[in-house]
Nanobody
Framework: QVQLVESGGGLVQAGESLRLSCAAS????????MGWFRRAPGKEREFVGC????????YYPDSMKGRFTISRDNAKNLVFLQMNSLKPEDTAAYYC??????????????????WGQGTQVTVSS
């Protein structure tokens, strides 16, 4: 079992960048496909993207391509979400999640077994 902790959220202005981190307080992240999700106020949780266990493959839905990049450092037990050119509509709580069954990609919320508590990102206009 893995316990996930997100960090790096905050208040930024439109056009700025943020890098979120996901750390394992318990467990080894290299054993999991890792995903990022977000939930804006009044909306359902939205898939941002995922990264394979090795870090060699990433997947983003079309709506997330271009401004979001997921990476990982398995030696440091960390996963990252780099967000560039942020917009007010990116305001949400961002969550990392771990899938223990797959190796390359996990694209739906039900694939994931473990979740962090989330970190808030607020983008002002």
């Amino acid at each position: 079992q893995v316990q996930l902790v997100e960090s790096g959220g905050g208040l930024v202005q439109a056009g700025e960048s943020l890098r979120l981190s996901c750390a394992a307080s318990r467990g080894t992240l290299s054993m999991y496909v890792m995903g990022w999700f977000r939930r804006a106020p009044g909306k359902e949780r939205e898939f941002v993207g995922c990264i394979s266990r090795s870090g060699g493959n990433t997947y983003y839905p079309d709506s997330m391509k271009g401004r979001f990049t997921i990476s990982r450092d398995n030696a440091k037990n960390l996963v990252f979400l780099q967000m560039n050119s942020l917009k007010p509509e990116d305001t949400a709580a961002y969550y990392c999640a771990a899938d223990q069954d797959r190796i390359v990609s996990a694209r739906v919320i039900t694939d994931y077994d473990y979740w962090g508590q989330g970190t808030q990102v607020t983008v002002s206009s």
